[in-house]
């Protein structure tokens, strides 16, 4: 008997668990999503705050891309920290002490943009 009951009790518990998660394994219904895209085209990227990369003897406390992938902006922030440019983009910097700010525009596209902060220690 307590067998029975046990067995009649998971089944209970597990049909619950399915209604809770909305999913009885019989719907047919569709749902639609709607994403919200920055400049409302699709596949733009907006601005965006990128992971910003790690240099020795130098801290830098953030790097942000608009309308170009993180790794464009990585890549950029590189050149411009070893360099002082990137090819193809025009860039600013702001010096005051051991603070650096950068803004870079594509050339091509100033649309396409990214920007940098960093001290050295």
Do not use: E
């Given at each position: ?22 999913d009885s394994g019989s719907s047919s219904s ?26 020795s003897g130098t801290t830098v406390h953030a ?36 603070n650096v700010r950068v803004n870079c525009a ?16």
């Amino acid at each position: 008997m307590h067998k029975s009951a046990a067995a009649l009790v998971s089944i209970v518990l597990a049909v619950a668990f399915l209604a809770a998660c909305g999913d009885s394994g019989s719907s047919s219904s569709t749902t639609t999503k709607t994403a919200t895209v920055p400049s409302g085209k699709l596949g733009s990227t907006g601005t965006v705050s990128c992971t910003p990369p790690r240099v020795s003897g130098t801290t830098v406390h953030a790097l942000s891309a608009t309308n170009v992938s993180c790794d464009v902006a990585t890549n950029g922030f590189n050149s411009v920290y070893r360099t002082n440019k990137f090819a193809g983009w025009t860039c600013k910097q702001s010096i005051s002490g051991r603070n650096v700010r950068v803004n870079c525009a594509n050339d091509a596209n100033t649309s396409q943009t990214f920007s940098s902060s960093w001290s050295v220690s």
